[in-house]
């Protein structure tokens, strides 16, 4: 009887720690230049999810192309001069150990003006447990979010407080 509680408990601990492996672009060999922008790398990262402690993994020849993580405005403009961390062995891992956006691009000559570059974008734990939020684009980390969420956000909030103050009314009435 006991062991059922503790077996849920044990699989929702395993939900919630297990660090996954991801490959980037989802396939092998798919660290190069993207045949079209539907085939992106970012295209792909907007599909996926990337949680605290899960790792990227890139698999590619290493005598022909490497893995450059690079700052926000080095990625723009594909700047490989000064990488923060420059990966060549073929078969790269990268733990995501903070949130927030990650920036990586094709050491390759020219491969990443021709669109070989990712940015993968870390929740927080925050946004985790809130579930329902969608990811971040990362178009947004570039070119600022689409949409002004701040205008919305407070529309929406004076809507709720509207509705409480009209519940906590009726609540008092009744009593
Ligand atoms: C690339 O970045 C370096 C600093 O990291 C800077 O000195 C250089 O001017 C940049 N090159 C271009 C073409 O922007």
Partial sequence: MAAFPSLALFFLLLTFTEA????????????????????????WAEKARFRLGDSLVWKYDGGKDSVLQLTREAYVSCNTSNPLAEYKDGDTK??????????????AKGHCEQGQKVIVVVLSQKHRNVGISPAPS????????????????????????????????LVLGLF
Avoid: M
């Avoid at 002004?148 to 509207?162: D, H, I, Q, V, Y």
């Fill in 20 to 43: 996954k492996e991801i490959l980037v672009g989802g396939k092998t060999h798919a660290w190069k230049i993207p045949s079209s922008q539907s085939d992106s790398l970012n295209r």
């Fill in 94 to 107: 990268v733990r995501l150990l903070k949130s927030g956006p990650y920036f990586f691009i094709s050491g």
């Fill in 138 to 169: 990362p178009a947004e980390f570039i070119e600022g979010p689409a949409v002004a969420p701040t205008s919305g956000g407070a529309a929406l909030n004076l809507k709720a407080g509207l509705l409480v103050t009209l519940l906590g009314v």
